[in-house]
């Protein structure tokens, strides 16, 4: 049975079948990008379940992209922010965070604010998905290169 991540807050009391469907929503999406793709309501809870599913994934992977998916997400709490921050800046391998948001250019705005607050060094805003990961293959060519 699949469960439905609602329009609601998950947390600590969520049970397993929740967790493993918060889990699902970071996923390979393809080679070395990872699919980062939020929930409406972040949780510092649903933070932490999402990092450690990223923490699986890239184990073996020596160097990745995050592919991060707002288009449905509403602004995270200040809370939500200081524990992204902490896990971000714990990422060693992470390259590049390409973020698609729709069409809303406030979201744009505070994407971009918050992204910088929480210490990502490489990231992009975009509105569609296909933008972000156009910018994600320019990141991997120039690190290509670099090597």
Do not use: C, Q
């Amino acid at each position: 049975m699949t469960i439905e991540i609602e329009d609601r807050p998950y947390g600590p009391m969520s049970g397993p079948e929740e967790v493993a469907a918060l889990k699902s929503r970071v996923y390979l999406f393809k080679d070395d990008i990872i699919m980062w793709d939020e929930i409406p309501i972040t949780t510092v809870f649903s933070v932490k379940k999402f990092v450690e599913k990223l923490n699986e994934i890239t184990k073996d992977i020596s160097n990745f992209y995050i592919l991060v998916d707002l288009t449905k997400n509403s602004r995270p709490s200040a809370k939500v922010r200081a524990v992204l921050k902490a896990e971000y800046e714990k990422l060693a391998n992470f390259k590049h965070a390409a973020v698609f948001t729709g069409s809303n250019f406030m979201l744009n705005i505070a994407s971009k604010f918050i992204l910088s607050f929480v210490g990502l060094h490489s990231f992009s805003v975009h509105k569609t998905m296909e933008e972000a990961l156009a910018e994600i293959e320019k990141h991997k060519k120039k690190d290509s290169m670099a090597v």
